[in-house]
Nanobody
Framework: QVQLVESGGGTAQTGGSLRLSCAAS????????MGWFRQAPGKEREFVAA??????TYYADSVKGRFTISRDNAKNTYLQMNNLKPEDTADYYC?????????????????WGQGTQVTVSS
């Protein structure tokens, strides 16, 4: 089993920054991708960013150039969010897909965290 725990959510002003963390524990995998997704009130959950076991990165167009995904060797994944906008307000979830197939396809991510809330005020 795998457990994912997000942290780092909160409130920021437009133009501000937040850093989300996702701590993974449990089994290890040879090929995988860690993803971040978000769900705004009244909207469907959407892909934000992902990073593969070999550090390939993927971003949604809406966050490209503002958000940066990274990971360390201790099973932690990070989402640095800069130049935040009110439309970034959402619950953010980290997820694990293994084996790696399609970083943007949320329906094949197997493990999910509980989420952390991000609010951007104008």
């Amino acid at each position: 089993q795998v457990q994912l725990v997000e942290s780092g959510g909160g409130t920021a002003q437009t133009g501000g920054s937040l850093r989300l963390s996702c701590a993974a524990s449990g089994r290890t995998f040879s090929t995988y991708v860690m993803g971040w997704f978000r769900q705004a009130p009244g909207k469907e959950r959407e892909f934000v960013a992902a990073i593969s076991w070999i550090n390939g990165t993927y971003y949604a167009d809406s966050v490209k150039g503002r958000f940066t995904i990274s990971r360390d060797n201790a099973k932690n994944t990070y989402l640095q969010m800069n130049n935040l906008k009110p439309e970034d307000t959402a619950d953010y979830y980290c997820a694990l897909q293994e084996p790696y197939r399609n970083a943007r396809a949320q329906n094949i991510y197997r493990y999910w965290g509980q989420g952390t809330q991000v609010t951007v005020s104008s």
